[in-house]
């Protein structure tokens, strides 16, 4: 099994009686996009410092690409491109002469760093603003240009601290789109840190919520799910004519079915078609195929079959109105 490119174990942050960052525990696999959920004073960023080197942790370790980033942090920024959420360049100079001179701060000679900068422009949509001092961009062309500037070094890793911070919604939407679409192309691994639930649910193959210095629980969408419904982790929403009470005793005697609750129809739509039933039903494994022969085998007619999920910002709100602990899913 191949190992994961950052591993956090038992990551800990005091600065006096205040604990920033409290035990933490967290692996992200080559290649995926993790999103590191929370609001602001979650302890997001100090944990990024800790992984970049530039803060060490009172306990516990941070290891990326297998370096320990405590006892080797020029090794790691080596590897790592980090984009902090108010990124600087030098105003007075163009976007190609920026990435040019952080590339060959990076010791990449000159010929290939004009390369790789006038490449990287036209991967984050500024060819046309090249020759454009950044003073003159725009906040969404500046993310743009700090992506290009994270990627010239081609790191195995990148660190993105907030990075629709500011943004308009269209900049947002092109940004999350590009960032996934270069996550793709370059095989990168990429850690997104963010208090946006929406955007954070568009791009990233898993999620961790994090409250208060500590990672109250990390998966995928539908693990999220699951373990914030219990035992009745998944849903299937159909819509059937033809339906009978027979029917509904049949659903409800399945093994592995929790609930069948009829659902409200849509108004226009009870009009339009009245022998429609829409039906909802839950289980602890995925039951669609169940629900589908048993329709069909009663002589309804299985019109619609939709899988339910929560979505992010659900189970972010219901943790927090019910003040529980969700648990830690890897």
Partial sequence: MESPVIELSGLTKRYGEFTAVSGLDLTIRRGEIFGLLGPNGAGKTTTILMMLGLAEPSSG?????????????????????YMPDDIGFYEDRTGLDNLIYTAMLNRVPEAEA????????????????????????????????????????????VILDEPTLGIDPEGVRELLTLIRELSRDEGLTVLLSSHHLHQVQQICDRVGLFVGGKLIASGDLAALSQLLDGEAAYAVEADVAG??????????????????????????????????????????????????ASVVGSGASLLGLRPLRYGLDEIYHRYFEGGGNLGQLH
Avoid: F
Wanted: charged fraction near 30%; include cysteine.
């Fill in 61 to 81: 370790r941070a290891t990326v690409c297998g370096i320990d980033a405590t006892r080797n942090p020029i090794e790691v920024k080596r590897r790592v491109g």
């Fill in 114 to 157: 004009r390369r790789r900068a006038v490449h990287l422009l036209d991967k984050v949509g500024l060819s046309a603003a090249a020759d454009k001092k950044t003073g003159a961009y725009s906040r969404g062309m500046r993310q743009r240009l700090g992506l290009a500037d994270v990627l010239i070094k081609r790191p195995e890793v």
């Fill in 243 to 292: 339906w009978s009470d027979a029917l509904h005793e049949t659903l409800r005697g399945l093994a592995r079915v929790t609930s069948v609750v009829l659902t409200e129809p849509d108004a226009l739509d009870a009009a339009a078609r009245p022998d429609i039933v829409t039906v909802r039903v839950s289980g602890t494994d995925d039951v669609s195929a169940e629900l589908a």
